[in-house]
């Protein structure tokens, strides 16, 4: 029997939040709350799939108190979500429908946002971040906000959960519904095949939107040990593989979608689940990934595969060398530096490394990747001795920018990585900056997790530098002579890295640029025409080119090298001077208004 209560106020819905629910009392006044506080024109509607722990009555007193805003459907269990939600799909009138589970609640502002997202861009699906509590939450699609993502160049088919925002039309104009009857996988079913039609997805995340949550008590049925059974769970995939195939044509696009289900829900069950089973499992599992191989794995799909995921196609025939590849792959990576200097050029890094529990790595290397990942990253094949390593970096080889320094072990052709710099010897400090090839190179351990990185050109930390006046003297057109020196890491930096002479007026922020002449060793003469700043005070900085982003140095001087006041007609002037304190160059200058000529005129 289904009985429903309602309102009647459901003009212009923007959204329908979906909510299945069977004994979830405990949870329900969060998630209803959070449900109920978003800013958009909603209307909740909750399924209840014959519970017997209340929920039945709270989502009854919810809904009297809430009669335009909550639709609660009673009806007999159905064993599991999908009904329920479909139920759920066929009572909503929103022009979205967003899917939350009872235990799960949502983000402040978080369908405000999706439903601006989808609007602005005229998306189908919109993803909103994703955070877990007690549970794993998805990361890979949330690295930024995508207003157009595709399927084909962006990891959002890596996230086949239904909490999502959901263009109601679509989903009626192609009978997208979730499976039933099953225990998991009914949202992958519904979201496949929602990703197949969809005209446009975006992405939300720069807020946290969902909150996926975890039951003390483990009764939800993702947190229950079947509900990841490698056999059920790879048996239930070949309907969301086929279903993709069915909307999708031989292609890269279809080799690139077949990829995210092999890395995800065929290959990883060869990995902490294998190694779990007993001989006559591992053997089925084996069996069970041979299969769909043989099924969808295309030659495009076997190019995408990761080292890990390549042996272990080569290996399903040998399920001893499963066994090691699992071992491998669960191994903790353990590194620690024991010492970096520099040799020329070269940073020298040295320390252990291996797999716990594992014999000594077939290599190790230490790879240099930028912090942006723009280019490829450099691999330098280390030195050993044992559990000990050392490797040479020729850091004076790379572009401009900021690099993170790895560790790669390789086993049995599995490559393993790992941050360096954590872990290190308490005498194991970065070696000093150094200045090569006129470019500044600055080591250093990052402040958050204390890993080790490279600095090529000053972009995230400030070059060592000083720039100091020797003398200065006036000269013909208001022009201050101006002669210094500047040393950059202990060195002299090469002439053509000296730019030009910048003044800089400490209230708007304003500047102004003189052109410098750069002499051998170190050397520089500027000639800037003070005269004709504006009135107010200026700090004088020399900027050089070191590599990355424009270096400054504010000039540093005492006052016996600082020339004396100059003023022009009785209406302009100039006082250089050298701040107190540290010393360093600065003018100010003044322009006497009429009233103040008038006065001393009559003084």
């Known amino acids: 029997m289904v009985t429903t209560t309602t309102g009647g106020d459901d003009d212009a819905v923007d959204v329908s939040v979906v909510i299945p629910v069977h004994n979830c009392r405990p949870y329900l006044d969060r998630c209803l709350t959070a449900a109920l ?49 479909n139920v759920g799909i066929e009572h909503a009138t929103g022009r979205y429908v967003f899917f939350c589970d009872a235990d799960d609640y949502l983000g402040p502002e978080a369908l405000e946002r999706m439903v601006a997202a989808a609007d602005r861009n005229g998306s189908d699906i919109v993803l909103g971040k994703v955070v877990g509590h007690g549970r794993r939450a998805p990361v ?8 157009r993502a595709g399927l084909t160049d962006s990891p959002v088919y890596n996230s086949l959960s239904c909490f999502k925002l959901f263009r109601r039309e679509m989903l009626e104009r192609h009978d997208i519904r979730f499976g039933e009857g099953m225990l998991v996988g009914e949202d992958i079913l519904f979201t496949v095949h929602a990703y197949c039609h969809a005209q446009g997805i975006s992405v939300v995340a720069d807020h946290d939107c969902y909150h996926l949550v975890s039951r003390p008590d483990g009764s939800s049925i993702m947190q229950r040990p079947e509900s990841r059974d490698p056999i059920g769970w790879m048996t239930m995939i070949r309907g969301p593989i086929r279903l993709m195939a069915e909307h999708v044509p031989p292609g890269p696009r279809r080799d690139h979608l077949l990829s995210r289900h092999f890395k995800l829900d065929v290959f990883a069950h060869l990995g902490e689940p294998f190694l779990a089973a007993d001989d006559v499992r591992r053997k089925e599992i084996a069996h069970e990934v041979a299969a769909l191989c043989d099924e969808w794995l295309t030659p495009g799909v076997r190019e995408r595969l990761s080292g890990m995921d390549a042996q272990r196609l080569a290996s399903l025939d040998d399920v001893d060398r499963l066994v090691r590849l699992a071992r491998i792959a669960g191994a903790a990576v353990q590194r620690r530096i024991t010492g970096l200097r520099w040799e020329g050029d070269r940073l020298v890094v040295s320390g252990t490394a291996g797999l716990a529990g594992m014999s000594g ?24 001795d044992g559990a000990r390593f050392t490797a040479k970096v020729p850091i004076g080889a790379l572009p401009s920018g900021v690099w993170d320094l790895r560790i790669a072990i390789e086993m049995e052709g599995v ?101 410098v002449l750069a002499l051998p060793g170190g050397g520089f003469v500027a000639r800037p025409a003070l005269g004709r700043l504006e009135p107010g005070t200026w700090d004088a900085y020399l900027e050089l080119d070191l590599g990355g982003p424009p270096a400054r140095f504010r000039i540093e001087t005492d006052a016996r090298a600082v020339a004396p006041p100059r003023r022009w007609w009785m209406v302009r002037t100039v006082r250089p001077y050298a701040t107190s304190g540290k010393g360093r160059l600065s003018t100010v200058v003044r322009t006497l208004t009429a009233r103040g000529l008038l006065s001393r005129v009559l003084r």
């Open 415 to 515: 490559v393993r990585h790992g941050r360096l710099g954590a872990d290190r010897d308490a005498d194991a400090s970065p070696p000093a900056p150094r200045l090569i090839r006129g470019v500044a190179i600055l080591p250093y351990f990052t402040r958050e997790n204390g890993n080790l990185s490279v600095d090529v050109g000053g972009h995230v930390l400030a070059v060592p530098g000083t720039a100091r006046l020797t003398r200065t003297r006036w000269t013909l057109g208001r022009k201050l002579v101006i002669d210094g020196e500047i040393t950059v890491i202990g060195t002299f930096p090469p002439a053509s890295a000296t730019r030009r002479l910048v003044w800089r007026e400490r209230r708007t922020g304003s500047e102004r640029a003189e052109r």
């Open 37 to 85: 506080v978003q800013r958009v024109k909603k209307e909740i509607v909750v399924v209840d799939d014959g519970s017997t722990d209340g929920s039945a009555e709270l989502l009854d007193l919810y809904a009297s108190y809430h009669r335009n805003r909550i639709k609660v459907i009673h009806q007999e269990p159905s064993g599991g979500a999908g009904r329920p939600r």
């Open 361 to 384: 790595p077939d290599r190790v290397s230490v790879v240099v990747g930028a912090r942006r990942g723009v280019g490829q990253p450099l691999v330098v094949p280390a030195e050993r």
């Open 140 to 147: 890979s699609m949330f690295q930024r906000n995508l207003e």
